[in-house]
């Protein structure tokens, strides 16, 4: 039944995209949720964009789309377990950094940095979709964000960096280096060469280098500021590859710093380019979303409009001509329009293999989840939510800041350390727990002492006595608010403690390069055991 439903669902899907006219405007985000430091390449008519992921696996989810606009996941970098271990022990927002995405000769290169392991790394791929190569490790490439330019068949690593001596003459000091590589053997070829420290004097944190050659110059485009209130996007020019370059005069040539939080869209920076197949010029970058002053959904994927202009500097960009400002909905791009077939809000475990949404902290072992007979099974471990290891847990990015995440369980146990349920986690000191144990349904929560606290305090909200196997979980969330059920089944939902506050999810209290998730979630909490639990499905979707 489970299979002719998903069938005639999959067909109405398809008819709804062929009904579907092409509208005027797009809205941004065009990826919501946890999707920062966008980076883009074009092939062809298609467009593909990798992201960060940090702690989580799969690593570096891919992303294609036809009009910059519709985009469907197509992959993962990082999706071998054995490609490379995200040890116990990795911090939060530790790991896969700022990744770059480009193609040459027919290959596909992403090249990155796995932060608290052995730095920055390049992997190859024919197809985008996979499979992608082992790692090649670059020697002597210090620092983070790395990325690739070609040039007449040479290759350049940019990178953000300190190689020199120079003394860190201001706070949050940094600079971009350059250095032939080649790009298939992860081999530095030559001499580093410093290219800047900033736009300013005082410029912080420089980093997310991405070099281009534009109308015959050479420009260079950076991160600035932090990826919190002060993000920018600067850039620089020269004539020359090795420059000298210059910081043109426009800079910032993109930043919502001096707009606080009164608008819409906050902390705009790291910013790619891509050239449509039309001549036209857009950029992805990342940015947030505040609700009553809290980013919940953390670090998201924005589109804008780029003029190419030539002026006092030279080639200069011009971001939203008129505007200035990244927009919440403005023109779209002269592309096709192509939908995509919409995420599946129900997943049933019908499918051979796990649906690409589903994510795992650190490394999982693959065993321990099973889809059988319409039902996700997962062994329960001694790990927990609360430790940087890898926990029982298997989630999805909340992508809304109104959602509704709801799933049936059947789980049996007599002990109570042994718990199995829901999660919604921002990181392992942040996070809310609605679970069954022994003759009973309990709420917990874990909040961070201190703002950017890697220990969180862990309360008991409530706790309500529950017999029987089966049960129903629904988490509701409304903006910094959430409401957290339980029944027996989907019509006899009973809420569970007091309206919960999300604030301490936002970036402006959690802090931190990851994002908010949902998933399903069991502990034998520091007891080894073979003890499992069985999901019937899981729901995910937006309430407005």
């Known amino acids: 039944m489970k299979k002719f439903i998903m069938t005639i669902t999959i067909g109405l899907l398809v008819i709804n995209l062929i009904a579907q006219s092409a509208p005027e405007t797009f809205k941004n985000p065009i990826l919501s949720g946890f999707y920062p430091d966008p980076s883009i390449c074009r092939v062809g008519d298609t467009y593909y964009m990798v992201n960060s992921s940090f702690e989580w696996f799969p690593g570096l989810p891919i992303h294609k789309s036809k009009d910059l606009v519709n985009w469907q996941k197509i992959g993962h970098g990082l999706h071998r377990p054995d490609q490379i271990i995200y040890k116990d022990k990795l911090k939060n927002s530790?790991?896969?950094?700022?990744?770059?995405?480009?193609?040459?000769?027919?290959?596909?290169?992403?090249?990155?940095?796995?932060?608290?392991?052995?730095?920055?790394?390049?992997?190859?791929?024919?197809d985008p979709t996979g499979p992608w190569s082992d790692p090649m490790w670059i020697r002597d490439a210090p620092g983070i964000d790395p990325s690739l330019f070609w040039e007449n068949d040479k290759c350049y690593y940019t990178g953000a960096g300190l190689i020199d001596n120079a003394s860190k003459s201001w706070p949050g000091k940094n600079g971009i280096w350059m250095q032939e590589i080649n790009p298939d053997k992860g081999i530095l070829l030559g001499e580093k060469k410093m290219l800047t420290y900033g736009h300013a004097s005082n410029a912080r944190w420089a980093e997310g280098p991405h070099l281009y050659k534009i109308n015959g110059e050479y420009v260079l485009l950076i991160g600035e500021g932090g990826t919190s209130e002060f993000h920018a996007v600067t850039m620089f020019n020269s004539k020359n590859l090795w420059g000298p370059y210059i910081p043109n005069h426009a800079n910032p040539i993109l930043t919502h710093r001096h707009l606080g939080y009164t608008y819409p869209i906050i902390q705009t920076g790291h910013a790619d380019l891509v050239q449509t197949q039309n001549g036209d010029w857009w950029s992805v970058m990342l940015a947030k979303r505040p609700v009553d002053g809290y980013s919940v959904l953390a670090r998201e994927t924005f589109l804008a409009k780029v003029d190419i202009t030539e002026q006092e500097s030279g080639v200069t960009l011009i971001y939203n001509p008129g505007k200035g400002l990244v927009q919440t909905e403005q023109k779209r791009p002269n592309l096709p329009w192509t939908p995509v077939v919409e995420i599946p809000k129900l997943d049933d475990f019908v499918a051979e293999t796990l649906d690409l949404e589903w994510n795992f902290l650190r490394t999982p072992d693959l065993k321990d989840y099973s889809q059988q007979n319409g039902k996700l099974k997962i062994t329960l471990k001694p790990e927990t939510l609360s430790e940087w290891k890898n926990p029982s847990f298997i989630a999805r990015r909340v992508k809304h800041h109104n959602f509704e995440a709801s799933a049936a369980m059947t789980f049996k146990s007599g002990k109570v350390n042994?718990?199995?349920?829901?999660?919604?986690?921002?990181?392992?000191?942040?996070?809310?727990?609605?679970?069954?144990?022994?003759?009973?349904?309990?709420?917990?929560?874990?909040?961070?002492?201190?703002?950017?606290?890697?220990?969180?305090?862990?309360?008991?909200?409530?706790?309500?006595?529950?017999?029987?196997?089966?049960?129903?979980?629904?988490?509701?969330?409304?903006?910094?608010?959430?409401?957290?059920?339980?029944?027996?089944?989907?019509?006899?939902?009973?809420?569970?403690?007091?309206?919960?506050?999300?604030?301490?999810?936002?970036?402006?209290?959690?802090?931190?390069?990851?994002?908010?998730?949902?998933?399903?979630?069991?502990?034998?909490?520091?007891?080894?055991?073979?003890k499992e639990v069985w999901f019937d499905w899981f729901n995910y979707q937006p309430t407005n």
């Open 94 to 126: 530790n790991g896969i950094f700022a990744p770059t995405i480009r193609y040459h000769n027919g290959t596909f290169y992403i090249i990155t940095t796995m932060v608290e392991q052995r730095g920055n790394f390049i992997i190859t791929a024919k």
């Open 418 to 530: 042994e718990k199995a349920g829901l999660a919604l986690y921002r990181k392992s000191s942040v996070h809310y727990q609605l679970l069954m144990r022994k003759n009973e349904i309990v709420l917990l929560k874990s909040t961070a002492k201190e703002i950017n606290n890697e220990r969180g305090i862990e309360e008991v909200i409530a706790t309500v006595p529950y017999k029987g196997n089966n049960v129903v979980f629904k988490i509701l969330g409304e903006g910094i608010k959430a409401k957290f059920y339980f029944g027996s089944n989907q019509n006899q939902l009973q809420q569970i403690g007091n309206t919960q506050d999300l604030s301490h999810f936002g970036d402006e209290i959690a802090w931190g390069f990851n994002g908010t998730y949902v998933g399903m979630y069991g502990t034998t909490s520091g007891v080894l055991s073979k």
